[in-house]
């Protein structure tokens, strides 16, 4: 431990331990820890950017019945929920996997999705946006809107029904 203490004149040719932590690893790595580094100092990756993202994306993806409801100050778990439909199991299976993807690239780190085998239902955790995928039917079934919707705070969103 005293290695990262190493007095700049002393004579000793060893790095201290953290610029020998950095030179050992791959310059892949290095190059990969700095950007996302500065993209998470960018002003710009805030929460509402996210949810745009999400919102743009899911649009692209000619996802159907967006809807998002927003958490902030009423839930610690996500400041926006985003639930949103698809036509077929392979449509909301090929939405997820292009969500995560997106979200990965714009920087905000590697989203976690669960139910894509099944794809009835996937459910994407990109921190402060939770998407909820749904095929039609399992969508009604379980209606999440209707549980999760605050006194005038549901926002249907214009697009495609």
């Not at 039609?136 to 919707?149: A, H, I, K, Q, T």
Request: glycine fraction near 8%.
């Amino acid at each position: 431990m005293m290695d990262a203490f190493l007095a700049p004149n002393s004579g000793d040719t060893r790095l201290p331990m953290t610029e020998a932590l950095i030179a050992s690893l791959p310059q892949g790595a290095v190059q990969a820890a700095a950007g996302a580094a500065n993209a998470l100092a960018r002003s710009d990756m805030g929460p509402a950017a996210l949810h745009g993202l999400v919102l743009a994306q899911l649009d692209d993806d000619q996802a159907q019945d967006v809807v998002s409801i927003p958490l902030e100050g009423k839930s610690s778990i996500a400041d926006h929920m985003v639930i949103a439909s698809g036509r077929s199991t392979r449509q909301v299976a090929s939405m997820a996997q292009k969500l995560a993807e997106k979200i990965k690239q714009a920087g905000y780190g590697h989203a976690r999705v669960e139910g894509l085998p099944a794809a009835d239902w996937v459910l994407i955790d990109a921190g402060d946006v939770v998407i909820h995928l749904f095929r039609p039917e399992v969508r009604s079934f379980y209606n999440l809107e209707r549980m999760w919707s605050f006194e005038g705070s549901e926002t249907p969103l214009l697009g495609r029904s």
